[in-house]
């Protein structure tokens, strides 16, 4: 079994839909969660960060923790087609400066 | 304008060369590291740097070689032993290594393509 697993789609969805995106991981000690937006041939870029369990909200965006299931969800809302783009959910131990990523899951959305 | 550039975007490798691609941040940032990225494998930590003339190979170090003599730079070279070096490779850098607020971030990426 993977460390992280993340379903790599593609997913397409209409504009303005309500997207969900999921990672679920095998390692107890991961503390941090990271998703990362990664356009076309372009590097990843930071979208949210949260440690431990809990939600986090940014505009749009929201992220969910659940450490007793193994699980990490990105919501992102009234979705438009510059979402468009390559997620990928990213976790490290505390202490530790390795991340550990998923295979990332191609969005689209439609206009 | 602080942040971290890769060069080049593109980058062609003859059977047998080798080729160094180059990694520069000015975000002041310890540390800094070299990630591989294949189509469906997502990214792969190839060796990474948390200080100056230090380093430590990641997961997949075999075939590849890196130098961190000034904090900005740190250039990654691949051999011609890494015999599948076709890849979108990607450095990054982040300040408190390990620390609670540490967070990556990723330059452009540089696509080696073998002729």
């Known amino acids: 079994q993977k460390e992280v697993e993340q379903d790599p789609g593609p997913l397409s969805v209409p504009e303005g839909a309500i997207v969900s995106l999921n990672c679920t991981y095998s390692n107890s000690a991961f503390q941090y969660f990271m998703w990362y937006r990664q356009y076309s041939r372009k590097g990843p870029e930071l979208l949210m960060y949260t440690y431990s369990s809990g939600n986090k909200e940014d505009g749009r965006f929201t992220a969910q923790v659940d450490k007793s299931s193994k699980y990490i969800s990105l919501f992102i809302r009234d979705s438009q087609p510059s979402d468009s783009a390559t997620y990928l959910c990213a976790m490290r131990e505390g202490g530790s400066e390795k991340l550990v990523f998923g295979k990332g899951m191609k969005l689209t959305v439609n206009p | 304008d602080g942040g971290i550039t890769q060069s080049p975007k593109y980058l062609f490798r003859k059977e047998g060369q080798n080729v160094t691609l180059s990694c520069e941040q000015n975000?002041?940032?310890?540390?800094m590291y070299w990630y591989r990225q294949d189509p469906g494998q997502g990214l792969r930590l190839i060796y990474y740097s948390q200080i100056v003339n230090d380093f430590q190979k990641g997961d997949i170090a075999e075939g590849y070689s890196v130098s961190r003599e000034k904090k900005e730079s740190f250039p990654l070279t691949v051999t011609s032993a890494q015999k599948n070096p076709t890849a979108f490779y990607l450095c990054a850098s982040s300040n408190t290594p390990g620390g609670a607020q540490e967070t990556q971030y990723f330059g452009p990426g540089t696509r080696l393509l073998v002729l």
């Open positions: 975000l002041n940032h310890d540390a």
